[in-house]
C-alpha cells in the first residue's frame, strides 16, 4: 500500500500542483478542489502548521540602528551637499528587529521548501508590476495562524463535501483552517 495518492500524474507535476494548493490555502483560508487533491493538501499543510506552532515564540528582539533617509512633503528624498556632492540626507534611527533562533530559522527554511512566493497586487493596479507587494506566508504562519491554534495537539484543517462536479461526477471539497 502506498504511503500517498499519485493523482494521475508524475512525482514533479504532483509536488507543483500540491505546493500550488498548500500556498493558496495559507494564503486565502480556504480553496475548493476534488477529496482526493485535499486529503493530500492536508497532509501537508497540517504539518506545516505544526511547525509553525511549535515555534512561534522561538526568537528574541534585538536593536538595531537602520539608516533611513530624510525626506520632504512630497515623499522625495533631501539632497546634502558634502564635499562639493550632492548626496542624500540620511539619519540613524533604533528600530526593534524580530531575530530567529536556529531552530525556528530552519523552521522557516523547510517552509519556504513548500510555500511557493506570492505578489499581492492592490485592486487599483490591478494588471501592473507598480506597487506590488511580495507576501510572506511563513510569517503569516509564524504570527497569525499558529497564535490560533496555539492549544490544539492537531486537526488543524476541516474537509465539508459539497457535491459531484458536473464534468466527471468527481467529488468537490472545500478544505479550510478551522
Known amino acids: 500500500m502506498a504511503g500517498y495518492r499519485k493523482l494521475g500524474r ?12 498548500v500556498t493558496a490555502l495559507i494564503q486565502n483560508g480556504k480553496i475548493e478542489t476534488t477529496e482526493s487533491r485535499a486529503k493530500e493538501v492536508r497532509k501537508v499543510a497540517e504539518g506545516l502548521i505544526a511547525l509553525a506552532v511549535r515555534e512561534k515564540d522561538n526568537y528574541e528582539e534585538v536593536t538595531v540602528k537602520s539608516k533611513v533617509y530624510v525626506k520632504d512633503k512630497d515623499g522625495k528624498r ?56 511580495t507576501v510572506d506566508l ?10 490560533k491554534y496555539a492549544d490544539r495537539k492537531g486537526g488543524y484543517t476541516r474537509i465539508i463535501k459539497i457535491g ?7 467529488m468537490q471539497v472545500v478544505l479550510e483552517l478551522v
Open 10 to 21: 508524475t512525482s514533479d507535476q504532483r509536488k507543483a500542483m500540491i505546493r500550488g494548493l
Open 78 to 133: 533631501v539632497k546634502e551637499e558634502v564635499n562639493g556632492k550632492k548626496v542624500d540626507k540620511v539619519e540613524f534611527v533604533d528600530k526593534t528587529v524580530k531575530k530567529d533562533n536556529p531552530s525556528r530559522l530552519h523552521a522557516r527554511r523547510q517552509m519556504y521548501k513548500v510555500l511557493y512566493t506570492v505578489k499581492e497586487v492592490p485592486t487599483d493596479a490591478a494588471g501592473k508590476r507598480k506597487n506590488t507587494k
Open 138 to 147: 511563513a510569517q503569516k504562519l509564524f504570527d497569525e495562524v499558529a497564535p
Open 164 to 170: 459531484q462536479r458536473k464534468g466527471d461526477a468527481a
